[in-house]
């Protein structure tokens, strides 16, 4: 439920253009300064008593409403005893308020079909606080109860006592989650260097431990009083909705809520942070971290600056000539790294991302590949030569075309735009008072700036987003021991004054001027096709032995998805050839190993302009090649699936990095505690199976990809017949039929066909109570897996699982969290298959205390056997129905989810129309059905817990 931001909002950097705003009008329009006129799409007003208000009709996804409430108050808000407060009263809005007491809010949007943190969520952030919803809009009711639920939420929460002293406990976990362990360490490391002697680095949103145990329940309510107020809130509804009628039910039902006001402020500590630099204004600032449980070094270098809301042309440009040149700096580094055997670092990025309200940061982040200064200065010499040189006409030509490409397909797209990126501009707006721009109006304008940038704007902002040797300057090391040695702060500076020292030569490079296919493949014969007009699907009988099934849908106007399939995949190696096998497809991904005649970097340059991606997969059955692609690029896709399977490049310098990266990984695999409790796993769960099991030393030594892994990879797909391949998205079958005979159609394929073989790791019978000590934080994790022989695979068994296992999550997560207080997630998870053979495991996993596994296994148990003794109900049944039934509505309108189907049921040897079957039988599932489909799962004789605890006396 509450997803923690950080009110940093570090956000990953995108470099396409449609991650900026843009603006509907050519440039010249427009004086630069000039505000620019925001969508009409959006509907704005505000009620009598405050509250703003932003609703937008969006048919995408059909039937459902996207809806937040935004209160503008985080953890910066916070008084000195409210620390960590703001996060606990967004949990305890989902527990009572003056019409929905207990957990009912939960209770009755999951009923409704809505998933507990998929639909039902909330986040808190130091700036603000944010509530979310997705609620089904065929029932007028369930949109109005909803506006109920935000109105208490605004002014009615009931913060029970009770509910208080049992959150305290879930927040707690939550505490122990996300702060325990290395992943922990390393972040709040990170920003208490970045933050230090700002507001900011004393308000974490989790709180403290200390502030968490001892928080007082007066504090909590004294929040709520001061921030809750509704000229301090904002609600935003976008969906397939009415707009009219929905305003007139929020006028109603939140219009009535109570006039407040506070006498509080919102602070100045919004105001621009500062970064103190080793206790004085006039040096670059230094941290170093070094932890024993840190697989490998990390690097960063960052700037701070000020944030500037896109609110004018000049902004907007300016925001997307910083995006540009960072794509172009990211482009070169990953040049670097696949141009030779021996790069100096294993990767590296620049990236821009808001802070604050008020502050961006600029950055370069590392992976070394050996000793880390030596990759450091490496990375830090190259951002050097692009502030002194700039870029190549050839490397902004085809950054540009890669803009304008996102820019057609956004804009060719954009009636299938999701209401969540709607409900994000709103926000936007609300947070730093970004225009409300949506790619249906900023067509002309984004085109016309793409074209007008030039290359002395790119130079300049290279220069101004890297300011080295400034105190809004900070560099964060982080080590493991064995690495750390001369790792210290006058080292440091020290380096980062030998990179700008280092004066690389220009860079060069050279043009691309061959083709992909050097010769276009015969096409072949359709030998028989199919039609199943149920489903709209074609299906055809090749030649070469290979089936393709094709559905054209309208869901998006710009997105064709392609997967292959072939039976066999890892089943039909040996096992002295597995470990070799399993690590093929990093290797042979074209965006690393290249294609063909292409090297790595010639095939990013070949897909300038052009929004296409394929590469190949590798599992335990099948191995084949998946791809998407914009509907003016399908043929680009199937000539690089057609290079896949035919002239595969072995490129040596990705090969020897990932090989050193896997030495350096399996070195360390001692001391990362989640790693040896996987292995301990494998090991006693399949007995140590050489499919389940890590790499040894002796394999890892032995392995060689080019005298092992290359020559199976050219076996696998040197025959495709018996496999088949499914395309689905927006094309016509008419227009690309010459194309699937040409490209597949010409496809390699042998008389006999690859078949799978039953190789798989089994789980061993009986019972197995296993506990590993690793690490030294306090916190456990638990997992027990209960599996069992199984008949002939079912349809309707498979459902009846999925009903299962919608109960038993939820019925867990009631009765460890809300009842218990002991954990802040858990799962369930049942894999019930047909292939390779019928079997069925599942797995309940939780995070917790270590002092508390006994405890909440003993409830764990105690449920189940509750649960089997006729516990289920006729109503838990009915709401995973309804949920299923919900998801289905939704992903009837997704390519994505039509692949999984059609190659599910291709794979099946059966019609996939069957598909077709799925609601009817949610609709006839009986409780008698998931009563016995349950103890099946969970009253198996063969179970295994594994729980992993710090190392005794840590």
């Known amino acids: 439920m509450c997803r923690i931001k950080s009110g940093l909002r570090r956000l990953t950097v995108l470099v396409l253009l449609m991650q900026c705003a843009s603006f509907s009008l050519p440039a010249q329009v427009f004086p630069t300064q000039e505000k620019l006129p925001e969508t009409k799409k959006i509907r704005r007003f505000t009620l009598s008593n405050g509250l703003r208000c932003f609703i937008a009709n969006n048919p995408k996804p059909e039937r459902r409403a996207e809806i937040r409430l935004f209160v503008n108050a985080g953890s910066l808000m916070e008084d000195d005893d409210q620390r960590g407060l703001a996060h606990v009263l967004e949990h305890l809005a989902f527990n009572g308020t003056k019409r929905f007491s207990g957990t009912a809010i939960i209770k009755y949007l999951e009923s409704r079909g809505m998933d507990f943190g998929a639909h039902t969520n909330a986040y808190t952030s130091t700036d603000e606080t944010v509530y979310q919803m997705q609620v089904p809009t065929d029932s007028l009711s369930v949109l109005e109860t909803a506006l109920d639920i935000v109105a208490d939420w605004s002014s009615a929460l009931i913060l029970d006592s009770a509910a208080m002293e049992n959150e305290r406990k879930i927040v707690t976990e939550e505490w122990r989650l996300g702060t325990l362990g290395v992943q922990g360490r390393l972040t709040r490391a990170y920003f208490a260097a970045l933050l230090r002697g700002t507001r900011y680095a004393e308000r974490e949103t989790i709180g403290t431990k200390s502030s968490l145990d001892t928080f007082r329940h007066e504090a909590v309510r004294r929040f709520y009083q001061d921030w809750y107020v509704p000229e301090n809130m904002a609600l935003v509804i976008v969906g397939d909705i009415n707009s009219d009628s929905l305003e007139a039910s929020i006028r109603q039902r939140l219009g009535s809520m109570p006039f407040r006001t506070s006498s509080r402020t919102i602070r100045q500590e919004r105001a621009l942070m500062r970064l103190v630099a080793n206790g004085t204004d006039s040096l670059p600032q230094v941290a170093i971290f070094v932890d024993s449980e840190l697989p490998n070094g990390l690097c960063e270098t960052a700037w701070r600056g000020a944030f500037q809301a896109t609110t004018t042309a000049s902004v907007y440009r300016e925001n997307l000539v910083r995006n540009m040149t960072l794509a172009l700096i990211n482009s070169r580094l990953q040049t670097i790294v696949a141009s030779s055997t021996k790069a100096p670092f294993r990767s590296a990025s620049v990236m821009w991302q808001q802070m604050n309200r008020s502050e961006a940061l600029s950055s370069l982040s590392l992976e070394p590949s050996d000793a880390l200064f030596t990759s450091y200065q490496a990375a830090l010499a190259e951002l050097w030569r692009v502030r002194r040189d700039g870029f190549l006409p050839s490397e902004i030509l085809r950054m540009k075309q890669t803009l304008r490409k996102g820019v057609d397909v956004s804009y060719n797209d954009r009636l299938s735009l999701i209401s969540r990126a709607v409900v994000d501009v709103c926000l936007n707006q609300l947070r730093v008072g970004s225009l409300l721009l949506l790619p249906e109006d900023t067509y002309p304008l984004d085109t016309s700036i793409i074209a007008a940038i030039q290359p002395q704007e790119l130079h300049q902002m290279a220069q101004t987003l890297f300011p080295f040797g400034t105190s809004a300057q900070m560099t964060f090391i982080a080590s493991p021991p064995q690495d750390s040695a001369g790792i210290n702060t006058e080292a440091v500076l020290q380096l980062l004054k030998r990179a700008e020292r280092e004066h690389l030569p220009p860079f060069t490079e050279d043009t691309l001027s061959k083709p992909l296919l050097q010769k276009l493949p015969q096409s072949a014969k359709i030998l028989r096709e199919r039609q199943y007009p149920r489903i709209g699907v074609t299906e055809w009988q090749l030649s070469n032995g290979l089936r393709v099934l094709m559905k054209p849908t309208t869901f998006s106007r710009n997105q064709v998805l392609l997967q292959s399939f072939i039976p066999g995949g890892l089943s039909v190696v040996s096992e002295s050839e597995y470990q070799a096998a399993s690590r093929i497809m990093p290797l042979q991904n074209p965006a690393t190993a290249g294609i063909g005649a292409f090297t790595p970097q010639e095939y ?112 696998f797909f040197g025959n495709v017949r018996g496999g088949a391949l499914v395309l689905v998205g927006a094309f016509d079958v008419k227009r690309i039929k010459p194309l699937i005979l040409q490209y597949f159609g010409g496809l390699p394929s042998k008389s006999i066909p690859h078949r799978m073989r039953d190789v798989s790791a089994k789980p061993l019978q009986g019972v197995f109570d296993v506990r590993v000590r690793r690490g030294s934080d306090n916190q456990a994790s638990t997992n027990v897996y209960y599996h069992d022989t199984v008949g002939a695979w079912s349809y309707r068994q498979d459902i009846t699982f999925e009903v299962v296992q919608i109960v038993a999550d939820t019925k867990l997560r009631e009765a460890l969290r809300h009842d218990a207080g002991g954990v802040y997630t858990s799962a369930v998870s049942i894999n019930y298959s047909a292939n ?119």
Do not use: C
């Not at 896949?644 to 360390?668: C, G, I, W, Y």
């Not at 797995?843 to 596994?853: G, I, K, L, Q, V």
């Not at 040897?909 to 409780?927: A, C, F, I, K």
């Open 604 to 715: 990013t340059r070949f897909l300038a302009g052009k929004q296409v991606s394929a590469a190949p997969y590798l599992d335990g059955l099948y191995h084949g090649v998946s791809g998407n692609a914009a509907d003016d690029d399908l043929e680009t896709m199937l000539q690089i699936v057609y290079a896949l399977h035919t002239s595969p490049r072995l490129d040596s310098a990705n090969v020897a990095m990932t090989k050193d990266r896997e030495k350096q990984a399996f070195s360390l695999r001692k001391n990362y505690p989640l790693v040896k409790f996987q292995d301990t796993i494998a090991s006693v769960l399949y007995g140590n199976h050489y499919t389940a099991r890590a790499i040894t030393q002796r394999e890892l030594e032995e392995w060689n990809h080019a005298a092992v892994g290359f020559p199976l990879y050219k076996r």
């Open 836 to 954: 390779p053979f019928p079997s069925l495991l599942a797995t309940a996993a939780f995070p917790s205390e270590p002092e508390r596994t006994e405890e909440l296994k003993n409830r764990m148990n105690a449920l189940w056997k509750r649960l089997a003794e006729d516990g289920i109900t006729q109503e838990d049944v009915q709401e995973a129905k309804t949920k299923l039934l919900k998801a289905r509505e939704t992903s009837m309108k997704d390519n994505s989810a039509w692949l999984g189907r059609l190659i599910f049921w291709t794979q099946q040897g059966e019609s996939p129309e069957r598909m077709l079957e799925y609601s009817d039988l949610v609709e006839r599932m009986t409780l008698e059905d998931v009563r016995k489909a349950f103890r099946k799962v969970f009253l198996t004789p063969n179970s295994a817990r594994f729980v992993l605890l710090p190392e005794a006396g840590k």
